[in-house]
């Protein structure tokens, strides 16, 4: 049996997929900006990154019941990378951080499937075993629809990564379909790079990458605990005439605190579980360090040009798309070239980034932001 | 008194200038290229650095009396560079090194003014004080005029440079106009690294920058003596019918060794003089640092470029003109950006262009050579 198959045993559970594609990142300048956040890069699979994320769930999750929440200024973007959404592309009035975002997401989800089962995911994640992840989810999925938790994926950590949140599991609740879940005794913020070593000495963390599965009912109870304000404003949303939603949803986002739902609804619930994604091939693509997955080269690096003439230089992440790339006694260096915008700095530096953002905002170069 | 002004005393000396535009250089790859080598490139002053050869040296030789030899393929570069050439561009049927070449210029300029003193200039130097240069020229015209020697520019060294010939130089002439001549005791080829800074220690060294001044009939003499056969063909071309002149140019330089004029003329000749070139800025662009000269930014590098972030970077060359360049933790790299290529190496491997070049031409990359 393969994993794909599994799911189909569990009749039960109709899992929707909730997309988060709120981004506006720049850690990837100048592939990515502001008008062209990384879920809509191209540049790691051929498609765009929130297209992989929506596809590779099939058929755990079928486009039927798919859904996205994106701000007003991707709708474009979205319509474009996922042409069936419909109804299910959710508006977020405005940038309110994920809580609201989710809370919003899943009201529209129940509205339609009253037993919908959510797997919440960021857009533009790569997902190198995609069999292998959906077996998982709908482990995930099993969990959530049969114990009434919150469920959160947790990638197996290779190494002490300060950028990603930590989740410390407990006891095992049990082999479910092909995966285990376990209890979560609590979550970790992003630890420093001492803590990080500990954490990952320690065996009993997992990264928390972002991923949800919940009943919705459950977590509109649980809005109603945790954020009492956005729950009771999403219960009047379900409640109104469809053409009186936007109106309300707007209200309730200029109201709702800008908070991140694993701040405000997950690390307070009770009844959270962690199923660990192993062997998944999880990569956030957080830096450009992510090239690397692309085209690889016999020189320790990846090259995505037309032509590149390496002499004395090893391990360059090159991404220039059409052009001729000539690097002599250069090593461990990202080259990005978009045309209008070149950047170059060594791989252990990818993270910096972010200083040439901010110094270009500095410039008011919006233009290039 | 200007030195600019003192030519204008030494009436008898007509000074013609035959500019040497053969050159097919790669050094500077990619911004140029085999279809446009670097007397053609803007980059350095705004001008073609072939027209900045001509106009630097306006008044002391004026325009009617500039020349250019050059091969079939640069015929169009060189009309557009300098319009007002008419008749003064002389074809080279083939490339034969310089030898050749000069002695066909000689040939041509000699027919239309017998008593013609001539300066051999490359096509693609850059000199930051053309005043003085003119004056140091019009001394260089002054002595081959009066004492019929083949006069040598000899640029002052201010390092052991490996990639220039040397002049040793021997007892003074005396001063003539603004400068000095002495007579030449040898020519020295490219030395090594230690031999070079033998010399530059000794003081008594000059480097050959390719500048030669002579009456054009003594140059046909020492043709004659030393280059026989070749003496004897343009002899023939001279005497010749101007509409039977480009074939038998043609069968002279079939017939004609590739040989340096250095090698053929300069070292076998006796009465040669050499005039140093003191303070005249020179600088041959014979690798990307001259790009140091351009833009120069305040942090010890260059930029040419629509905007340059450098975060921990110092050093730097850019040269990617209406682009956004970010430079992160890099430091003294070479960065050259032409649209379709891009190169990046140390300062200290400029040289090592040419190896890019090679690897280019091995993989039968025509197009971007």
Not at 14 to 32: E, V
Not at 145 to 153: D, H, I, P, S
Not at 223 to 242: F, M, N, Q, S, V
Not at 297 to 306: H, N, P, Y
Request: no cysteine; aromatic share 6%; glycine share 8%.
């Amino acid at each position: 049996m393969k994993p794909g198959e599994s799911v189909a045993s569990s009749r039960d559970v109709k899992l929707h997929a909730l997309i988060l594609a709120g981004g506006g990142g720049t850690r990837l300048w100048p592939l990515s900006r502001r008008s062209k956040p990384k879920q809509f890069l191209r540049e790691f699979s051929g498609e765009p990154l929130i297209t992989d994320t929506a596809t590779r769930l099939h058929p755990v999750v079928p486009a039927a019941r798919t859904w996205v929440v994106a701000g007003m200024s991707h709708e474009a973007g979205v319509r474009e990378a996922l042409p069936h959404l419909g109804a299910h592309l959710v508006r977020e009035p405005m940038a309110r951080n994920t809580a609201p975002a989710i809370a919003l997401g899943v009201s529209a989800i129940f509205l339609e499937d009253p037993d919908a089962v959510v797997a919440v995911l960021p857009s533009d994640h790569h997902i190198g075993k995609p069999d292998r992840f959906r077996a998982v989810l709908a482990a995930a999925g099993q969990v959530a629809a049969e114990r009434g938790m919150l469920v959160t994926l947790g990638i197996v950590p290779d190494r002490p990564a300060t950028g990603y949140g930590y989740i410390e599991f407990g006891a095992t609740l049990g082999r479910v379909l092909a995966a285990e879940a376990f209890d979560v005794k609590r979550f970790v913020e992003k630890p420093t790079a001492a803590k990080a070593v500990e954490l990952l000495k320690s065996g009993n963390y997992l990264w928390n990458a972002g991923v949800f599965v919940f009943r919705a009912r459950d977590l509109l109870e649980h809005l109603d605990k945790h954020l009492p304000e956005l729950g009771k404003g999403l219960a009047d949303w379900r409640a109104a005439a469809p053409d009186a939603r936007e109106e309300i949803a707007f209200r309730v986002f200029e109201a709702a605190p800008s908070i991140s739902f694993d701040y405000a609804v997950m690390e307070k619930a009770d009844k959270v579980a962690v199923v660990p994604a192993s062997d998944v091939d999880w990569d956030d693509i957080g830096s450009f360090r992510s090239l690397a997955r692309v085209n690889p080269d016999d020189r320790g690096g990846s090259a995505t040009a037309k032509d590149v003439v390496s002499i004395d230089a090893h391990g360059n992440l090159v991404h220039a798309p059409g052009k001729t790339v000539a690097l002599v006694g250069v090593s461990d260096l990202i080259v990005v070239d978009t045309g209008d915008a070149l950047i170059i700095l060594p791989r252990a530096r990818a993270e910096d980034v972010k200083q040439v953002v901010d110094e270009l905002a500095r410039r008011k170069r919006d233009d290039a932001l």
